[in-house]
């Protein structure tokens, strides 16, 4: 099995809500982390990690100085939780600049994280090919970057692209429901308004997400898009009544206060079946 295990790895978006927990399960896979942030970022970081503060989306950034990594992750993205930012689209060539620069500098290791939202409407479990229709500029932005990349990269370079799912835990440092939940409990609020809840979805907690992601920096014979995710739906009001209990919340789900938005299909997961596989490696 050919991997990078124990190289230098570079995580850029590292002080985002997802980045932390990709640099600690990095680190305990026994990798030299270089977590990138924004310049004043304080977010909380593992101790093992390296700083490195840069604009790395600006066109001044040149990334040669990554040029020993065995790999580099790339979660940076500007409004992940604002579907319809402008931002998506225009930041997009940075990010193809920022990757096939990586590549140039010859990192033989590129994993660069996905959503769901780049499929658009669907039913059923997403596989890698599964035709992609994104209904908005984030997941028209991600799926763009994604088809591109195969074409502008040399075959020295070995591509994951992580699509992910919906991602939960450490909520107060997201945008979810979840940290909606817990804030409304802070204001002593006993009723929440929710939609119907119905919608079956592909839940995973960040810290699994985190090491799924690392795992798969190690998997440099892994390419292309592959889900990250547990592969196992679950409908948004039971996983929303399970975070209630969980953490003790006197709150009470309005059902039905909110519309299904049109464009959540009523059942989408991820065919997890590659990265279980990848995971297992790690045993």
């Excluded at 399960?25 to 990798?31: C, N, Q, S, T």
């Excluded at 093992?48 to 580099?72: C, G, K, M, N, Q």
């Excluded at 119905?198 to 795992?215: C, H, M, S, T």
């Excluded at 059902?255 to 997961?269: C, H, K, L, N, Q």
């Amino acid at each position: 099995m050919s991997n990078t295990s124990d190289g230098r790895v570079i995580v850029t978006g590292a002080g985002g809500y997802l980045g932390p927990h990709v640099v600690t399960a990095l680190a305990d896979l026994g990798h030299d982390v270089v977590a990138v942030m924004r310049p004043g970022s304080a977010a909380p970081l593992d101790d093992r990690a390296t700083v490195e503060e840069s604009d790395i989306l600006s066109a001044d950034f040149s990334p040669t100085h990554w040029a020993d990594a065995s790999a580099v992750v790339h979660l940076a993205w500007k409004d992940g939780f604002q579907h319809n930012s402008p931002a998506h689209m225009e930041q997009l060539s940075a990010h193809y600049r920022l990757l096939t620069g990586i590549a140039a500098a010859g990192v033989p290791r590129i994993v660069a994280l996905g959503t769901m939202h780049e499929v658009g409407y669907w039913e059923g479990a997403i596989t890698a090919a599964t035709p992609t229709n994104p209904r908005s500029q984030y997941g028209i932005a991600k799926d763009a970057l994604r088809r591109a990349l195969p074409f502008a990269l040399p075959e020295s370079t070995s591509l994951a692209w992580a699509r992910a799912y919906y991602i939960y835990g450490d909520d107060r440092r997201s945008n979810s429901i979840f940290r909606k939940l817990l804030e409304a409990a802070d204001e002593r609020r006993t009723e929440f308004p929710f939609t119907t809840g119905k919608n079956l979805y592909d839940f995973i907690r960040v810290e699994d997400l985190g090491r799924q992601l690392a795992a798969l920096t190690d998997a440099i014979d892994i390419e292309g898009t592959v889900n990250c995710s547990t592969g196992e739906p679950k409908s948004l009001a039971a996983q929303v009544e399970d975070f209630i209990a969980e953490h003790g919340l006197d709150i009470t789900l309005e059902y039905g206060a909110f519309p299904d938005r049109p464009y959540d299909s009523p059942g989408v997961w991820g065919d997890a079946a590659t990265i279980h596989e990848v995971m297992q490696r790690h045993g």
